[in-house]
């Protein structure tokens, strides 16, 4: 569809019924929704933690802050070769940010953005859009520290969309679009609360 005919109500719309919008590039105006057969989900009791990472959570070497650089997440999410967040799509994101339903995790190395993930939270489920990494194991803890806010939140439900092996690595598992509907119609039912003070 026409990335103008977008809104985001819309866009809220559609992760209720378990869909999300793509764009197929950077500069495409249109958008196209995915309802993967298999879903990416993170069991919030289930994030695994090596040994390095335990190292480095341990170390003090990153700071973690919540919603306090989301626009620059999303583009340190679109800063690479190839990507789905379009312009477009971008600043719906923005939208829905600015009306509390969107939240980001960012990563700090002294004052420079080295990391952070972002996403939309509807009731007790979060739906995890994209992460980004520019020092090692940023991404990481930006994931483990979102995870802990929204455990503390009350959330029950962590949507990651697609399970790559470097979330499987972490503990993300894959079910099925049955399994994620039931999922998400009880995570719907509930209430949660981002941020956490």
Same mark, same amino acid.
């Given at each position: 569809?026409? &990335?103008?005919?977008?809104?985001? /109500? ?5 992760? #209720?019924? =378990? ?17 993967? #057969? %298999?879903? &990416? ?12 990472? *335990? ?18 997440? $999303?583009?340190?999410?679109?800063? #690479? ?6 312009? !477009? ?9 600015? @009306?509390?339903?969107? @939240?980001?995790? /960012? ?6 953005? $080295? ?7 509807? =009731? *007790? *489920?979060? +739906? ?20 802990? @806010?929204?455990?503390? =939140?009350?959330?029950?439900? +962590?949507?990651? %969309?697609?399970?790559?092996? @470097?979330?499987?690595?972490? =503990? ?8 994620? #509907?039931?999922?998400?119609? /009880?995570?719907?039912? %509930? %209430?949660? !609360?981002?941020?956490?003070?």
């Amino acid at each position: 569809m026409r &990335g103008d005919d977008l809104t985001p /109500e819309l866009l809220l719309s559609a992760y #209720r019924q =378990g869909i999300f919008p793509m764009a197929e590039s950077r500069s495409d105006p249109d958008v196209f929704w995915v309802d993967p #057969r %298999q879903r &990416g989900i993170f069991p919030l009791d289930g994030f695994r933690v090596s040994r390095s990472l *335990a190292r480095t959570l341990k170390r003090g070497t990153y700071r973690v802050s919540f919603d306090t650089a989301f626009d620059a997440v $999303v583009q340190g999410c679109a800063d #690479r070769a190839e990507t789905w967040i379009s312009g !477009t799509i971008a600043a719906l994101y923005s939208a829905l940010f600015a @009306h509390g339903r969107a @939240h980001s995790a /960012e990563v700090w190395q002294e004052r420079d953005l $080295v990391g952070g993930v972002y996403g939309v939270a509807i =009731g *007790a *489920a979060f +739906f995890g859009e994209s992460m980004f990494s520019r020092r090692t194991d940023a991404s990481k803890v930006a994931l483990f520290h979102l995870i802990e @806010h929204l455990r503390a =939140g009350g959330f029950k439900l +962590f949507d990651t %969309q697609f399970l790559t092996p @470097h979330l499987a690595s972490l =503990g993300a598992i894959e079910v099925s679009r049955g399994t994620y #509907r039931a999922l998400l119609a /009880e995570a719907l039912r %509930q %209430q949660a !609360t981002f941020p956490v003070s």
